[in-house]
């Protein structure tokens, strides 16, 4: 029997040597944050102790979506911002930071708040000479409404979000944003600084109803994830799925929507074991407090059903991602 070095030997004769040209070069270090509920923050501290260039991209964390109590509507948060750098460091230069965390304070109804910023600080030789930072704020977090009657595209509407003409006042297009100017998270300190954007939800529903027949939504993705401008994903909200229904995690349209933007959207842990015939069996602040979604991107609103409570979800964390060229 032949061995394994004849058999390659032999074959190696056949083919001519490829020699490989486009490689990139260096070491890529990713830090996030923890996908489960945490009162604390993480900070890193980057020193390669040699010279070199860092290529460094951060990005806020995504905004969450609010908790909605018994019945009502919601809409969805928006990104975080995203900023880009490259960073000559000595031997003994290094760079700081801390990284974003998304709101996890579930049981908060209506609106949660922002996501965090993530931010850096950069010292090329080690002092304070030629010290520098970067920051990307955290995406707006989403708005639910309690109603037991209200239309929910009039009812935002006239609450002075941006949005589409209705037909007859029924439906239409509602944008995380209001028409005074709002809140939408910005970049500083980069040579690249991309603002978050905003998301938007189609609504489809009967006058005066709370519940809309169908929700659609459009999750607006940060930049530097998926593609140099971002992404926007669009799903249909479903209530006939199982993964769409309450509380918290339960969008598996959304997560089917990113996986055609990258083949493994979610990051950290996997999906929350309470689950009961893919519904969820009633862990339901535990649900508003996970996130599984990419650094960055925002989450869905809560869904539309009378005589439930929904947490929603929280947004994906920030990161810090230094690519490290040694001279």
């Not at 974003?100 to 049981?107: K, L, T």
């Not at 707006?140 to 006042?169: D, K, P, Q």
């Not at 459009?218 to 994830?225: D, E, I, L, N, T």
Request: aromatic fraction near 10%.
């Amino acid at each position: 029997m032949a061995s394994l070095k004849t058999l390659t030997a032999t074959k190696k004769s056949d083919f001519p040597q490829v020699t490989e040209t486009n490689i990139e070069s260096g070491q890529i270090y990713m830090y996030n944050t923890s996908p489960n509920f945490s009162p604390y923050h993480f900070g890193i501290c980057f020193k390669p102790c040699a010279s070199g260039t860092a290529i460094v991209e951060i990005w806020g964390a995504g905004g969450s979506s609010a908790h909605m109590c018994c019945c009502g509507f919601g809409m969805p948060a928006n990104p975080g911002a995203y900023s880009k750098r490259n960073i000559t460091l000595s031997c003994c230069g290094y760079i700081c930071g801390q990284v974003g965390q998304s709101c996890r304070n579930a049981n908060d109804l209506c609106f949660r708040g922002c996501g965090d910023a993530t931010g850096i600080t950069y010292y090329p030789i080690g002092t304070a000479t030629g010290q520098g930072c970067m920051c990307a704020q955290g995406g707006r977090g989403g708005v639910s409404i309690c109603s037991t009657g209200t239309n929910a595209y009039c009812c935002f509407a006239a609450n002075g979000f941006h949005h589409t003409l209705g037909v007859n006042g029924d439906c239409g297009i509602i944008c995380n944003r209001c028409c005074s100017g709002g809140w939408c998270a910005q970049a500083y300190g980069g040579t690249i600084n991309c603002a978050g954007g905003f998301s938007c939800v189609s609504f489809l529903g009967a006058s005066g109803s709370s519940c809309p027949c169908a929700t659609h939504w459009h999750m607006q993705g940060p930049a530097g994830y998926f593609a140099k401008c971002g992404v926007v994903v669009s799903f249909n909200n479903d209530d006939g799925n199982g993964f769409a229904n309450w509380s918290g995690q339960g969008r598996g349209q959304y997560f089917q929507a990113l996986s055609g933007a990258a083949r493994n959207p979610q990051y950290g842990a996997p999906f929350s074991a309470c689950w009961n015939g893919s519904l969820n069996c009633g862990c339901y602040e535990n649900e508003g407090c996970t996130t599984l979604l990419p650094p960055g991107f925002p989450a869905s609103g809560p869904h539309p059903c009378p005589g439930v409570r929904d947490h929603a979800m929280s947004g994906g964390g920030g990161a810090i991602r230094i690519k490290w060229i040694q001279d």
